[in-house]
């Protein structure tokens, strides 16, 4: 299958290319930069030189593969605005990508986050969130899944709160980057909250297998750690960096600081045995022991 990625340079993205290699498809990658294109290439992938704003650009590759995957966001999560302007950016370019590949029957697979479910993990059958800080991915999302009904086979890879690869990535990297950065290894409240994760290798596989099998309209959970908790994640962090370990404001990590704070695990049970996914890589924990001081 060809399949056009946006992403492909990323954390993700760029375990993304390698699998779909090594699993007999062909990439053709959005590179936003010179750069960008020359490491497509070097990973093996054709490069399309566009920025996630250029409609046309997203137009074309979509009409020039057999299946699409999307990766790409702009990860700055500074402020409300800039946030609401990646959302923004990013709702339009996944609606112009969607109707290139209406009445094709082609997959088109996208990726979110796993739900907040107050008192339980949360699981595939549980709706998104559509409020908050990045609730409008949320809702575009969904309006991809609709695409179902109208000749598109869309599907959801639903990421937890860190997507980790030799200790950065996620949640868990922003803890690392603030830690680095104020002198204390922080966790909001107790600590006692958790957050799902997963390698970046294993959700990559993922990826694939809801390219190739999943039904139109579903939605799948790349969860390999359940929930661990942040005040666990906190004390390897800070003992990799000879830190302090302590609880701090959640007003310390900006506008994410409320979804820091609350306790959101989530399981992956029936995307294991309905696509046969099993992560097989280090968990968070372990892998976090990979953080250089």
């Known amino acids: 299958m060809r399949v056009f990625l946006t992403g492909g340079t990323g954390l993700i993205g760029s375990a993304v290319v390698a699998e779909l290699l090594d699993n007999g498809h062909t990439v053709l990658a959005l590179a936003r930069s010179e750069a ?6 070097a990973a093996g992938a054709e490069p399309l030189r566009g920025a996630l ?3 046309d650009t997203l137009r074309a590759g979509a009409a020039r593969a057999d299946g699409v ?8 999560f500074s402020s409300s605005d800039v946030i609401a302007k990646s959302v923004a950016e990013e709702s339009a370019a996944l609606a112009a990508i969607g109707e290139e590949l ?3 029957d082609r997959p088109f697979v996208t990726c979110s986050g796993t739900p907040y479910v107050p008192g339980r993990a949360s699981t595939e059958a549980d709706p998104l969130m559509t409020e908050g800080p990045v609730g409008g991915r949320g809702r575009t999302v969904t309006a991809v899944l609709s695409l179902s009904e ?6 959801a890879v639903r990421l937890p709160r860190t997507v980790h690869d030799q200790g950065s990535g996620g949640f868990a990297g922003l803890l690392t980057d603030i830690a680095r950065r104020t002198g204390v290894s922080g966790y909001p409240g107790d600590g006692a909250q958790r957050w799902p994760a997963v390698h970046a290798l294993d959700a990559a596989v993922l990826f694939r297998l809801a390219l190739e099998q999943a039904e139109a309209g579903t939605s799948w959970h790349a969860v390999a ?3 661990d908790k942040v005040r666990d994640i906190a004390t390897v962090i800070g003992r990799r960096l000879g830190l302090p370990v302590e609880s701090v404001p959640a007003e310390t990590f900006g506008p994410l600081g ?3 704070a609350n306790d959101q695990p989530s399981s992956s049970a029936y995307t294991r045995q309905t696509l046969g996914w099993e992560p097989k890589h280090p968990g968070l924990l372990e892998d976090l022991g990979n953080i250089q001081p």
């Not at 960008?36 to 290439?41: L, P």
């Not at 109208?150 to 599907?155: A, E, N, P, T």
């Open 36 to 41: 960008s294109a020359q490491a497509v290439e």
């Open 53 to 55: 704003a250029d409609l």
């Open 69 to 76: 995957i999307h990766l790409a966001f702009n990860h700055d």
């Open 102 to 104: 209406v009445g094709s």
């Open 150 to 155: 109208r000749g598109v086979r869309s599907s």
């Open 225 to 227: 750690d359940e929930g």
């Open 258 to 260: 409320q979804i820091f």
